[in-house]
């Protein structure tokens, strides 16, 4: 994946580093960092410079987010009432005011969620699909998604750029970010459920 990554970056420069974030934004498994880290690498061999890596990438972030957005709002909350009314919301034991209470906490909450959320991996490209769902203003989506997206792809095209062929090495320490990162959204979403649920039993009782 990695060599591939690099191939395409070197050989459409700017537009390479555009698709790959794009896609990266609607398939989160590719890893942004490499491709970050190496374009700030390259602008120190190539004609290509940090400016450009900036605009490219943040391009790309804002169109994989779109495409998100639209998937999200495709899925609104109706329709996802409507899944709930059935044996999934049965089995899950959510109900259409669990929707509703998501609905309005991401009302109150989205700009801030979308701005900061950019800057965690993995939830950096799905937190599109709830601001879809939630029907956020795509103005103010586009505004937050922006900013968030070019603070951390200056970040590391920055420092690409700055540590030149040991960019790698930078790498790594992204790679143990991104790990930590997970693990700690993996024990937060268990401890939310278990609060959720122990909550729904005691209004039971």
């Excluded at 970050?36 to 061999?45: A, D, N, V």
């Excluded at 699909?129 to 920055?158: D, Q, R």
């Excluded at 750029?161 to 970010?177: A, Q």
Aim: proline share 3%; net charge positive.
């Amino acid at each position: 994946m990695q060599q591939l990554i690099l191939s395409i970056m070197n050989k459409f420069g700017y537009l390479g580093v555009f698709l790959l974030i794009a896609i990266e934004n609607i398939f989160p498994p590719i890893p942004s960092e490499v491709i970050l880290l190496f374009g700030g690498f390259m602008t120190t061999y190539t004609k290509l410079n940090v400016i450009g890596m900036v605009i490219a990438s943040t391009l790309g972030s804002v169109v994989g987010a779109i495409v998100l957005y639209y998937i999200g709002k495709i899925f609104n909350k109706e329709r996802l009432k409507k899944i709930l009314s059935g044996k999934i919301g049965k089995i899950i034991r959510l109900k259409n005011s669990d929707i509703d209470n998501a609905d309005h906490w991401f009302d109150t909450k989205g700009n801030k969620t979308v701005f900061f959320c950019r800057f965690i991996p993995i939830v950096r490209s799905l937190i599109s699909i709830p601001a879809g769902m939630s029907e956020m203003p795509m103005t103010k989506f586009l505004l937050y998604t922006t900013c968030g997206s070019a603070i951390w792809n200056i970040v590391l095209v920055v420092i690409g750029s700055m540590v030149g062929e040991n960019w790698t090495s930078i790498l790594n320490i992204f790679d143990t970010y991104s790990h930590i990162v997970v693990i700690l959204l993996v024990i937060i979403f268990v401890v939310a459920i278990y609060i959720f649920y122990k909550k729904r039993l005691k209004k039971k009782h």
